[in-house]
């Protein structure tokens, strides 16, 4: 398998991750997300709505990210990270279409004005986020609650819906999330943020110094 991607990015993180978790081997095809490699017709040619990432495996050519965990934790055959009861599918299938759909807006207005718009060297818009605020609380509230009493999303153990959910979230600290009201969500990002397919994703190694000096 190939898998084009640029490690910085949330949904390419969420792969990296993903696709280490449930122990999926691929080739790296390495694009450069601030450089626009994205928007070129090669890639077009293989993503055709210009985003990253993007999983070619013979005569798959798959994107969206959730569907290459899904297609990752098939040809691997792992059960834990993708556990084979139906009411338990039906949950993972359930938070991967909440995230795609809701959670990741809900978050990626934060990493837009306190984290890309400093890389680009334009100031936060504190009206834009003062607006967007009762989106996110209500949006983390449901996570909160679908959390109450456990450790994980989905089965007593990361399943890929913990992935998927917790990319939009990947870089919290700096996206200045609001996530004081939200212990639940506090305690499972830190239990994330434990793993080991998570901590091998880190993206901050892959920026560079110099745009990486602007968010200090
Ligand atoms: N729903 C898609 C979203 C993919 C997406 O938006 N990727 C971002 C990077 S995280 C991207 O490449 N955006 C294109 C752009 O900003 O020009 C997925 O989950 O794969």
Not at 19 to 43: I, M, N, R, T
Not at 100 to 108: A, I, M, N, Q, V
Not at 168 to 181: G, I, S
Request: net charge negative; with cysteine.
């Amino acid at each position: 398998m190939k898998l084009y991607y640029d490690p910085i990015t949330v949904n390419c993180r969420k792969v990296v991750a993903g696709l280490d978790l449930v122990g999926a081997g691929y080739e790296d095809e390495l694009l450069s997300y601030f450089g626009g490699d994205h928007k070129k017709p090669e890639f077009r040619q293989v993503n055709p709505n210009a985003e990253l990432p993007a999983l070619v495996d013979g005569d798959l050519v798959l994107w969206e990210s959730n569907a290459i965990l899904v297609y990752g934790a098939e040809k691997t055959g792992n059960r834990t990270a993708y556990p084979a009861d139906a009411k338990i599918r039906a949950d993972i299938a359930r938070w991967m279409l909440w995230e795609c759909s809701k959670w990741f807006d809900g978050c990626y207005v934060y990493l837009v004005q306190n984290v890309v718009n400093p890389i680009l060297d334009s100031t936060p818009d504190q009206a834009v986020l003062d607006a967007h605020e009762p989106v996110f609380r209500g949006l983390a509230s449901i996570l909160e609650a679908g959390l109450e009493g456990r450790e994980w999303l989905c089965a007593d153990n990361p399943t890929i819906a913990d992935i998927a959910v917790a990319a939009p979230m990947h870089l919290h600290a700096v996206q200045k999330l609001p996530l004081d009201d939200y212990p639940n969500i506090r305690g499972w990002i830190a239990r994330v943020e434990g793993l080991p397919c998570w901590q091998n994703s880190d993206p901050v190694p892959h920026i560079p110094a110099e745009l990486l000096a602007k968010l200090a």
